[in-house]
């Protein structure tokens, strides 16, 4: 109905929901946008909420999405769930399914033309995954890629023009019996632009302690100082540490962990009302070698490069 445009939907603790809200109660800035609040069924028995196909969401006020909401509100880090790209892997069934007993442990597969906002070759296999606690991917389910994979996603808008950071989260599963990930080289292209490559291949079997990921524990540093400096030494490598604001099977969140790491893929200027793409090739014959796609971020520069640093959640 309205295309380019976005909604960010917070949860806070309180049990509210809000569309483009910005900050939290215990963030350094606090709440700097309120934003719209969504009203539960129980609060307004006044309305009539009975809907043939669907459901009713009261507002408390006019959903504006202008320039000032663009700019202000959502001038934020957007965390996407791979598995949400398209509204097909969610009309199927596939997405969000729990891991209840051992015969709901299966995935969902996707013939080629049947997802829109995702094109992918004859030899692409397609999964969407069970949703698991013991997964260490960011809220227990992801995407799996297999075969000789060649796979292009439309990335979600961007609600200002501007410089963002395009980021992918990784679980390289390195020293496991069960590590099974490959080589990928991955693109960007613009509208109906030629596809760039993100640099060079990227290796998805690497370790945060290989040198080319030079990933150092938060508790093996000696304070802030020391973390900063290795965060920007990861940067420079074009890594970054796992959030911690999820854990994942094991101990500890996923930013205590060397094996799961967020790779930037590229930093481009990108407009509001234009399409982008990424997309993921296979660099190495190997039809066993799997690409697990979970979570990409998009950030705006005034957070990643911004006075405040960015939060490490």
Request: proline letters at 4%.
């Amino acid at each position: 109905m309205m295309p380019h445009s976005v909604m960010r939907i917070s949860y806070p603790k309180s049990g509210d929901r809000f569309i483009n809200r910005k900050g939290a109660t215990k963030a350094a800035r606090g709440i700097e946008f309120k934003g719209v609040r969504i009203w539960s069924p129980a609060e307004r028995t006044d309305f009539d909420q009975t809907a043939l196909n669907g459901q009713y969401h009261l507002l408390d006020e006019i959903l504006l999405y202008t320039d000032e909401v663009r700019q202000n509100n959502l001038n934020t880090r957007m965390r996407i769930m791979c598995n949400t790209m398209s509204p097909d892997f969610i009309n199927s069934g596939a997405r969000g399914r729990f891991r209840a007993t051992e015969s709901d442990r299966y995935t969902t597969g996707f013939k080629k033309g049947f997802c829109k906002n995702v094109e992918y070759s004859d030899e692409t296999q397609l999964w969407v995954r069970y949703r698991d606690q013991s997964f260490s991917c960011f809220l227990g389910d992801e995407m799996t890629i297999r075969g000789i994979y060649d796979v292009t996603f439309r990335l979600p808008p961007v609600p200002n023009d501007g410089t963002y950071e395009i980021r992918m989260f990784e679980c390289t599963l390195a020293g496991s019996d069960f590590s099974d990930r490959g080589v990928v080289q991955i693109y960007f292209k613009e509208g109906d632009g030629e596809f760039q490559p993100c640099g060079i291949p990227v290796d998805l079997t690497l370790d945060g302690n290989n040198p080319k990921v030079g990933w150092i524990a938060d508790s093996e540093l000696s304070g802030e100082g020391e973390i900063l400096a290795n965060e920007k030494a990861m940067r420079n490598r074009g890594y970054m540490k796992a959030m911690d604001s999820y854990t994942g099977s094991g101990s500890g969140n996923l930013r205590e962990r060397s094996d799961c790491l967020r790779k930037i893929l590229t930093n481009d200027y990108m407009y509001a009302n234009k399409d982008y793409y990424i997309r993921i090739r296979l660099v190495l014959d190997n039809p066993t070698a799997v690409c697990p796609f979970n979570v990409i971020e998009i950030v705006p520069k005034s957070v990643y490069l911004g006075e405040i640093p960015e939060d490490r959640h």
